[in-house]
């Protein structure tokens, strides 16, 4: 177990990729200190911490950093491999993990970036139907990997649980200005029941930001910015 404040969280609070390695975090139950980043004046710090991309998050453990939310979850798996182990033991798992990872990453996220950004109702229904076939596959993809249990995990949540999951908030804020329904039972009964499930999990709800939050982001000075920084 890692001492308090030895690992370090440089991110900002309505990031969803931040709020996936808090909630890593929450359930390995590893002490960590938090550093909330202003995205329009970045630290010193989150520049010498990642020269490269520069944006969060950061994870500081000791006098090392690791970068991008997949690989610092990945990471917590490595040095923390007893205590809730997030990716499944067999290679041909881990491997489905990784893909449906950048899927959720590449493809089905961004599609909420593209929604906020659309003005016009014949986009934004165009990006709706995307959305729908996109939740299709996951359902897909849930119910291979649960084997009828309530995670993609299984039992317990696991790599892609934390990955989809942190996201919620987020697209739960969208959805509602867009009079849409990722999670509509009806359409994807199965991942509508994971919604639930997830949503309710206490790692969850103390890693991401309440709706009053996400307003003041997404109204205020960094409205321009996607809900996310990895």
């Known amino acids: 177990m890692a001492k308090e404040s030895e690992i370090k969280l440089l991110g900002t ?4 990729y931040v709020n996936r390695v808090q909630f890593a975090l929450n359930l390995k139950s ?27 998050p950061v994870l500081i ?6 970068c991008e939310s997949q690989v610092i979850l990945e990471y917590l798996d490595d040095i923390q491999p007893d205590s ?3 990716l499944p033991p067999a290679p041909l798992d881990r491997a489905n993990c990784r893909f449906w990872a950048s899927y959720i ?6 599609l909420y970036d593209e929604m ?25 993809a849930l119910i ?14 696991g790599f892609l649980d934390v990955m989809l999951g942190s996201c919620i908030r987020w697209m739960k804020f969208i959805d509602d200005l867009n009079d849409f329904d990722t999670f509509d039972e009806v359409r994807v009964p199965e991942l509508g029941k ?3 499930n997830i949503s309710s999990h206490e790692a969850l709800k103390s890693a991401t930001p309440d709706k009053e939050t996400l307003d003041v982001f997404f109204a205020g000075a960094n409205a321009h910015r996607p809900p996310y920084d990895d």
């Open 13 to 16: 609070i309505a990031s969803s």
């Open 144 to 157: 291979k990997s649960s084997n009828g249990k309530a995670y993609f995990g299984g039992d317990e949540i």
């Open 194 to 196: 994971w919604a639930k």
């Open 116 to 140: 906020r950004r659309t003005r016009r109702q014949a986009g934004k229904e165009a990006i709706k139907e995307q959305m729908i076939e996109a939740t299709r596959l996951l359902e897909e």
């Open 105 to 110: 990453d590449t493809k089905f996220f961004p």
């Open 61 to 66: 453990h000791g006098d090392k950093s690791i």
């Open 84 to 86: 809730h182990p997030l």
């Open 30 to 56: 590893i002490n960590y200190e938090y550093i909330e980043e202003d995205l329009a004046n970045k630290s010193k710090l989150l520049f010498t911490s990642n020269p490269v991309y520069k944006r969060v």
